[in-house]
T-cell receptor
Framework: DADVTQTPRNRITKTGKRIMLECSQTKGHDRMYWYRQDPGLGLRLIYYSFDVKDINKGEISDGYSVSRQAQAKFSLSLESAIPNQTALYFC????????????FGPGTRLTVL | EDKVVQSPLSLVVHEGDTVTLNCSYEVTNFRSLLWYKQEKKAPTFLFMLTSSGIEKKSGRLSSILDKKELFSILNITATQTGDSAVYLCAVPNSGGYQKVTFGTGTKLQVIP
């Protein structure tokens, strides 16, 4: 069984719709992250959370929000999706004392028409 | 602004060849450099390097960090088709903001 899971794996939606991407982990890690990956731009950090009460913006948080419902769950929301949010989204986790090594989920491919 | 540059952008080799992938970086408060392999979807962790001159090895893969010249290389010997992937270099900084700067990756294709 995968340690970090993401749902859905693929999603096509229309401009203006609200979308939620979910991430769950069974690794017992405190830290969770959301990234997006675009061709030619690499992985960019959207939000990160060091524990349930700690939520922080990453470098490209505009247009996104997150919720850390439990240690194991971290959701990413697009309140009103726009086409330039079409990308591959990854959730990742890490342990507090070895925060540099991150473990990635399988990704969600989101297309906004 | 932190920067991680990987080269080449893509590479096609034959099985059995040896390849060298490059990663140069400019980051504040350097503490480590990581290599990931990304096949169809999720990046998977390969190495973490923290000190210069330390060569990490895992089977046919090895990596070296040069903190003076600010680069790292990833070597793959006796390449196999299963090595085909995008290889990502990433450098976290140790500022108050948990930022990891990723390079755009080197796409390696190994042909039979």
């Amino acid at each position: 069984d995968a340690d970090v899971t993401q749902t859905p794996r693929n999603r096509i939606t229309k401009t203006g719709k609200r979308i939620m991407l979910e991430c769950s982990q069974t690794k017992g890690h405190d830290r969770m992250y959301w990234y997006r990956q675009d061709p030619g731009l690499g992985l960019r950090l959207i939000y990160y959370s060091f524990d349930v009460k700690d939520i922080n913006k990453g470098e490209i948080s505009d247009g996104y929000s997150v919720s850390r419902q439990a240690q194991a769950k971290f959701s990413l929301s697009l309140e009103s999706a726009i086409p330039n949010q079409t990308a591959l989204y990854f959730c990742a986790t890490s342990v507090a004392h070895r925060g540099d090594t991150q473990y990635f989920g399988p990704g969600t491919r989101l297309t906004v028409l | 602004e932190d920067k991680v540059v990987q080269s080449p952008l893509s590479l096609v080799v034959h099985e059995g060849d040896t390849v060298t992938l490059n990663c140069s970086y400019e980051v504040t408060n350097f503490r480590s450099l990581l290599w990931y392999k990304q096949e169809k979807k999720a990046p998977t962790f390969l190495f973490m390097l923290t000190s210069s001159g330390i060569e990490k090895k895992s089977g046919r893969l090895s990596s070296i960090l040069d903190k003076k010249e600010l680069f790292s290389i990833l070597n793959i010997t006796a390449t196999q088709t299963g090595d085909s992937a995008v290889y990502l270099c990433a450098v976290p900084n140790s500022g108050g903001y948990q930022k990891v700067t990723f390079g755009t990756g080197t796409k390696l294709q190994v042909i039979p």
